[in-house]
């Protein structure tokens, strides 16, 4: 359970900053704790565009000090949720 | 044709489905759309944004777009309560597919696939085309005169034959839409749950009304076992939820499906919970799946040049997989 509750607890605290980021960088219109952690970035859901992206990507490699290569964000910044599995691998 | 050749033309070229419980309406009083809406309707004239309706005790109980067509509100989706306007006689046929774009071209011409996504336009009078779609692939939302729906699905059917274009079911886009995160009016829209519990929050307009946070919240899971809608989810001998949905994607060869679980639980990345039958879950993130059509650029690529679109396949990172 602890283990359980360790990993939950570091995801949390990976997800509100980068809520943070969305809301104060890239001015997302929502309170941070109405940005669902499944919603869509890009397209439909937060309907973020490519500068966005770039914004979020350094915004994210400065907070978390990761490097974030472009062909992985292609494939994983799709919702916050899996945005947040790509930094945790990084940082692994 | 089984539900899983559907399901690998829908991710693999283009399916084309009938969609007879999907509603449009039109309505010139704005006020009185926006009363009704949770959603913000501002949105650029021939733009569309996805919008939700919520009851009075928070019951997501429509799933829509709502559009702006030229100073009029357009809605169209599921669950559209009637206190918004009579429907249009229109039939929605629906196009999805990383090779959607290829195939309306057929049907259109050449330019005609090139639209925005979440945009519309009338290809004649009496017809309008909306680029939208809940399957991660391209998606074309056509409605036609009902007269000419079921003309369309088999003119697109003998175009695409070489496309390796099949008729799928409604199920079918289910599957595709679950697969990649996508609400699903009557699937988990049926079970009574708000909008914080569903993870739409995102298509709530602030200025609007308020609504509460919840104790719950869907969470993603897949498993290598078979998974029963309605089997609690346990941990450590406590109930922590319930399966709302499981379903065998045949392309990742495993069970995915969504569970109702604790806030405190509620995350994805861990693989230490079980049903109460004693099935393995692991909780994911969404989408559950890589789409061919992130990978490929209309114009630049082709059905028939497919082999040469750099795709990793459906089955995402292991990454994830944390604990």
């Not at chain 2, 175009?159 to 839409?177: F, N, P």
């Not at chain 2, 079970?191 to 307009?205: A, H, K, N, V, Y």
């Not at chain 2, 099935?279 to 994911?284: D, K, L, Q």
């Amino acid at each position: 359970v602890h283990e359980v509750e360790a990993w939950i607890a570091e995801r949390e605290r990976i997800l509100d900053r980068l809520r943070t980021i969305l809301v104060r960088s890239l001015r997302v219109p929502l309170p941070a704790h109405a940005i669902d952690p499944d919603a869509m970035l890009f397209g439909t859901g937060l309907a973020l565009d490519s500068i966005d992206a770039l914004e979020l990507v350094v915004s994210a490699e400065e907070a978390f000090e990761v490097d974030l290569p472009d062909e992985d964000v292609e494939v994983h910044a799709r919702t916050l949720n899996s945005f947040a599995d790509l930094i945790i691998a990084r940082r692994a | 044709v089984t539900l899983e050749s559907e399901h690998r033309a829908l991710r693999s070229s283009a399916a084309v489905t009938v969609l007879r419980d999907v509603a449009l309406v039109r309505i010139s009083d704005w006020d009185r759309a926006d009363a009704i809406i949770a959603s913000s309707l501002a949105v650029r004239d021939g733009q569309i944004r996805q919008g939700l309706i919520a009851d009075e005790a928070e019951r997501v109980i429509a799933d829509l777009y709502v559009g702006n067509d030229d100073g009029e509100v357009i809605v169209y989706g599921e669950g559209l309560p009637a206190e918004l306007g009579a429907p249009e006689p229109l039939v929605c046929v629906a196009i999805n597919g990383p090779f959607a774009w290829e195939l309306l071209s057929r049907i259109e011409g050449a330019d005609a696939a090139a639209f925005p996504y979440l945009s519309f336009y009338r290809p004649r009078e009496g017809s309008i085309y909306f680029r939208a779609g809940k399957t991660g692939e391209f998606g074309y939302d056509l409605f036609v005169p009902h007269g000419e729906a079921e003309g369309l699905a088999a003119r697109a059917l003998e175009v695409g034959r070489d496309l390796e274009v099949e008729r799928a079911s409604v199920e079918t886009l289910q599957l595709a839409s679950l697969e990649n995160g996508f609400f699903t009016l009557a699937r988990e829209g049926r079970r009574g749950l708000t909008p914080f519990e569903l993870q739409l929050q995102w298509r709530l307009s602030s200025k609007k009304r308020a609504f509460t946070m919840g104790t719950r919240r869907i969470t993603y899971f897949s498993s290598e076992e078979a998974i029963r809608a309605g089997d609690a989810v346990c941990f450590h001998g406590e109930t922590i939820g319930e399966v709302l949905v499981a379903e065998r994607s045949p392309i990742l060869e495993r069970y995915v499906g969504i569970a109702l679980l604790d806030l405190r639980w509620a995350h994805s990345g861990i693989a230490a919970f079980a049903t109460e039958r004693g099935v393995s879950i692991r909780t994911e993130s969404a989408p559950l799946v890589n789409n061919l059509s992130t990978f490929l650029k209309p114009g630049r690529d082709a059905f028939a040049r497919r082999d040469e679109i750099a795709f990793p396949g459906w089955k995402r990172g292991r990454e994830r997989e944390a604990s």
